[in-house]
């Protein structure tokens, strides 16, 4: 299996290599691409030296399997005709394909089966928002079909890249030490605020990254769902969280929430009040799973159920779950 990381230096591409690594997926030979301000780099993985290469309009992508790319939608518009001619299927991390109707739109957990049908060979991985969100949707839809949701989300600095995990460091340093504070990854200062603005606005009012969670969640689930999002940037490091309200069309108990929830895969259920357990990002940075908890009855609608969930946004938001589409299509014959 030849696989090829396009974007190598950044967060999602640097998770890339610590995935692939830790679940042992069948990489005969990697080759990783960058910009010309990280060509020349050079990664260990599975104790070889690699170094990154200059992303071009050639042939370096003959005979390579699989590509995942996470460079931006621009760079991977431009170079998505390059990236599969010669039949590599491209799993891409960007928004620049999510709505195109003939690329499908993939959570394995929800959707894998939509992944063999890539008439341009291009698969695209979810909003990280709409990742977590869908797996945790899945586990009621098996019961009865969600007609609405409300989500409120609390995302980490991480979902800007790296330099703003490093710039919410700075700032927090900036702050202790009575220094004027450093603003440039997001539009106010992040330590010790919430910023209820992520990506731009649109003519409804809602942002980009809402009406993402709203149109992408149809998609994958082929379901009417009415979506109803908003997104905050929080100060923590790693790890979304979401607080998620529905609406089923038959009443599901908490009981039967918690066992489809507990049963559910790529879900971990936690949630034991009276302990205090419940998933917070501080401690499920790394982590594969999505964590279920605070599960209880929607006081203001009796066919309401409303829960909260955590999960990794750089591993299953990104590049666990570009992974994993990929050992789908290895495990059902359908590549290399």
Not at 21 to 47: C, H, I, M, Q, W
Not at 162 to 176: F, G, N, P, S, T
């Amino acid at each position: 299996m030849k696989v090829a990381i396009v974007g190598a230096s950044g967060a999602v591409g640097q998770e890339f290599l610590r995935v692939l690594d830790e679940r042992n997926f069948p990489v005969d030979e990697l080759l990783l691409f960058g910009s010309s301000r990280s060509a020349g780099r050079k990664y260990t993985f599975r104790g070889k030296e690699i170094e990154v290469k200059l992303l071009q309009h050639n042939d370096d992508f003959k005979g390579v399997d699989i590509v995942f790319t996470s460079a931006g939608a621009g760079i991977s518009k431009e170079f998505a005709e390059t990236i599969t001619k010669y039949g590599a299927v491209m799993i891409d991390n960007s928004s620049a394909f999510r709505m195109e109707n003939d690329i499908p739109l993939v959570v394995p957990e929800v959707n894998a089966e939509d992944a063999l049908n890539r008439p341009r060979g291009i698969i695209a991985n979810p909003n990280c928002t709409t990742i977590q969100m869908v797996v945790a949707l899945k586990a009621i839809e098996n019961l009865t079909h969600i007609k609405r949701v409300h989500v409120s989300t609390y995302q980490a600095a991480s979902g800007a890249g790296a330099a703003a995990m490093d710039e919410l460091y700075e700032q927090y340093r900036q702050v202790l030490a009575g220094e004027p504070v450093t603003v440039e990854k997001f539009a106010y200062q992040l330590a010790f605020n919430l910023i209820p603005q992520i990506d731009v606005f649109t003519d409804n009012g809602y942002t980009k990254e809402e009406m993402k969670m709203y149109n992408e969640t149809r998609k994958i689930m082929h379901s009417d769902v009415q979506v109803s999002a908003t997104c905050v940037r929080v100060p923590a490091l790693r790890s979304h969280s979401e607080s998620i309200w529905i609406e089923t069309e038959r009443p599901v108990s908490v009981e039967e929430a918690r066992e489809a929830f507990a049963n559910g895969e790529g879900l971990v259920l936690m949630d034991n009040p009276e302990k205090k357990e419940y998933p917070m990002p501080l401690f499920l940075a790394g982590k594969d799973p999505v964590y279920v908890g605070r599960i209880r009855k929607d006081l203001a609608n009796e066919n309401g159920l409303t829960f909260w969930i955590v999960g990794d946004q750089i591993k299953k938001g990104a590049a666990l779950n570009a992974v994993q589409i990929a050992e789908y299509l290895i495990k059902v014959k359908n590549i290399g």
